[in-house]
């Protein structure tokens, strides 16, 4: 599997995390109330979650697949913005 695949199956599956941390919230606040504990825990899930974003790196000049000069971005780069390298498979 390419890094690029892997990084989107990264970008996949927090997607999901995203979605199962607001429904977390959302339940807790129905059923406890107004809970910033809730929030912090989903918070610090979701950081959690995304730690491994941080391993997806250019194999050539180790550029993170997720930033975007100094902005990140929730999907990754098929090709590297600062060397060229090609993340992708040409047929995907
Ligand atoms: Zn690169």
Same mark, same amino acid.
């Given at each position: 599997m390419s890094l690029y695949e892997k990084a989107r199956r990264h970008a996949g599956?927090?997607?999901?995390?995203?979605?199962?941390?607001?429904?977390?919230?959302?339940?807790v606040e129905r059923f406890l109330g107004h809970s910033s504990i809730a929030f912090g825990i989903?918070?610090?899930g979701l950081v959690a979650a995304n730690a491994r974003?941080?391993?997806?790196?250019?194999? =050539? *000049? #180790? $550029?993170?697949?997720?930033?975007?000069?100094?902005?990140?971005?929730?999907?990754?780069?098929? =090709? *590297? #913005? $600062?060397?060229?390298?090609?993340l992708a498979p040409p047929s995907d």
């Open positions: 599956f927090m997607a999901g995390a995203l979605v199962i941390a607001i429904l977390f919230v959302l339940v989903a918070i610090i974003m941080l391993t997806f790196n250019c194999p =050539t *000049c #180790g $550029k993170n697949l997720f930033f975007r000069g100094m902005f990140v971005v929730p999907w990754p780069n098929r =090709t *590297c #913005g $600062k060397c060229g390298t090609e």
